[in-house]
């Protein structure tokens, strides 16, 4: 079992302090999104790639994080973000890490909150189409793109992010799996059964779990640390563990004291089910 965060959650600072932080924490790796986690942020290049690389002192980079809306309204938005994700899968072999990430975007353009539209089947033709060309680039590359599903997004369940995957027909596509980005105030008492779902129909397909929890707060979803939520990871993470024991698991959300509680939670839980 690998466990990682994403790196902008520690903060934002310099490669050695980031690879320095992640490593006195425990985590075998990041989920790095440069602009967000690095400063200064370095341009999309090889010679800053390799910056990157010769810091990273025995801590992985586990995936890039190239998170863009595919249905944003500005169409230059949405360029850049498909530049910027075509770039880093051809960079991705310097850091040694063979995914590229994102989620699939909501026409609430930067708010990426629910659409009445976003589950319509022109929203997903729409997406579908965007993703095609990154994926035909992971082809050419030997790299592997990840899609992730939010109910608010276009690809919003584990059955629709089985039917995207199985349109994009390729090897270098599989997908990250967020319990937490599945639920609503409507379904998250069915948690359990989502999770059992989406192990059920993507178990050759997950490469990553993100771990979060919640709380329900004013009738609201409110992410907390992970020994603290409404998720019983003593049953959820054994779940996971049996169906994806190679899987990468990322701390997502978690930040401040947090981190190092829901580090110590989540590897007792480990070493029981060792």
Do not use: C
């Not at 329900?216 to 939520?229: A, F, R």
Request: aromatic share 10%.
């Amino acid at each position: 079992m690998k466990i990682g965060i994403r790196a902008h959650d520690m903060g934002k600072m310099d490669a050695k302090s980031l690879f320095q932080r992640a490593q006195s924490y425990g985590f075998d790796g990041i989920q790095l999104v440069v602009n967000k986690a690095l400063i200064p942020e370095p341009p999309l290049t090889v010679e800053a790639f390799e910056s990157i690389a010769t810091q990273q002192q025995g801590v992985a980079v586990l995936l890039l994080g190239s998170y863009f809306n595919p249905i944003h309204s500005n169409q230059n938005k949405v360029n850049e973000g498909v530049f910027r994700f075509q770039k880093q899968l051809e960079l991705a072999h310097i850091l040694n890490t063979p995914y590229v990430a994102s989620e699939t975007g909501s026409y609430n353009d930067d708010q990426w909150t629910y659409h009445e539209q976003n589950h319509t089947k022109m929203a997903y033709e729409h997406v579908l189409s965007v993703f095609k060309p990154l994926v035909e680039t992971a082809e050419k590359v030997g790299k592997t793109v990840l899609v992730e599903a939010a109910y608010g997004h276009v690809i919003f369940s584990p059955h629709a992010l089985k039917r995207f995957i199985h349109d994009l027909n390729s090897t270098h596509v599989k997908v990250i799996i967020d319990l937490y980005n599945l639920l609503n105030t409507r379904n998250h008492r069915q948690h359990t059964q989502i999770l059992q779902e989406a192990l059920h129909l993507l178990k050759d397909d997950i490469a990553v779990f993100h771990l979060k929890n919640y709380q329900l707060k004013e009738g609201k979803l409110v992410q907390v640390g992970l020994n603290k939520g409404l998720f019983d990871y003593e049953q959820l993470l054994p779940m996971m563990l049996k169906s994806n024991p190679d899987a990468y698991y990322i701390f997502e959300g978690i930040t401040g004291e947090d981190i190092a509680e829901s580090m110590a939670f989540i590897q007792k839980i480990k070493e029981v089910h060792r």
